[in-house]
DNA sequence: CTTATTAATCGTAATTTTACGATTAATAAG
DNA sequence: CTTATTAATCGTAAAATTACGATTAATAAG
C-alpha cells in the first residue's frame, strides 16, 4: 500500500510526533515530573487547555505516551512498553556511523 | 522570543525533518549507498523530481545534509559536522530511561 | 440535586506542508 | 553555437497542522 518501508513509516510517524517543541517539551516534562496530570501540564505551557489536550492525543496517537482517566482527571506518562523500543529506533539509525564517502 | 527551550526546538526541528517517510528514505539512503547524486534519490523514490527536490531541501535546512554542485549534477551526503551530535540530542532524550511513578 | 472542575471534542480560521507540472539556469556534449 | 541533461525554483491546488474559544461529558464537591 504505502511505498515505504514499514520501519521508515514508523520512523516518521515518530519523528512527526516530536516535530513540534510543545510536544517534545511534553515528552521532557513527562520524563522529568512527577505529576502529569494535564492541567499541571497546561500550566507548563504558553497554550491553551484545548491546544494541549490535541498534541497529548498526537503523542498518544504515535504510541508516546499514555493517558490514564482517573476521576475527572487524566494522568498522562511515558508509555513504557513503546519507550525503549523508540529509542532503538532512532538510535539505529542516528547512531550508525557515518563515514565519507568519495562523492563528497 | 519563542517560548520554549533551545534544545527542544532544535529537537522538534530535526524530527520535523524526519517527519516524513520519503525523508527517512532519503537518509537511509545517504548511509548506505555509495552514490548520492539527486537523479539516483530521484529513481530510488516514487515522488516526482521537483517534490524530492523540496525534500532534499527540507534535510539541507535542517542540516542533516549536505550538497554539493558538481558541474549538472548535485550530490548529497550526511553532513558529518552534525551527524553526531543530532545522534546524541535524540539519544538524550530517548534513551533516558524511563521508571515509572506514582501516578500512572 | 445543583454546582464546580477537569479534560475531550467540535467548529473554524490561518498557516504550513505536500505534491505536481512547467520553467529556468547551468553545465556538458555534439 | 546548438542541443541535451540535470536539478532548482515557481506557481498552484489539495490536504494537514496549529491554535483558539465554545461546548460537552463526566466526576467531585456542596
Known sequence: ??????????????AKAMGHPARVAIIR????KQTCI????????PLSQSTVSQHLKELK?????QGEITGV????CIDESNWEK???LFDGLFNTT??????C
Do not use: F, H, R
Not at 61 to 65: C, V
Open 1 to 14: 500500500m504505502t511505498p515505504y518501508s514499514e520501519k521508515d513509516e514508523q520512523i516518521a510517524l515518530l
Open 29 to 32: 516534562l513527562l520524563l522529568k
Open 38 to 45: 494535564c492541567g499541571d501540564i497546561v500550566d507548563e505551557l
Open 61 to 65: 496517537e504515535a504510541g508516546l505516551i
Open 73 to 76: 482527571k487524566t494522568c498522562y
Open 86 to 88: 523508540i529509542g532503538k
Open 98 to 103: 557515518y563515514k565519507a564517502k568519495s562523492c
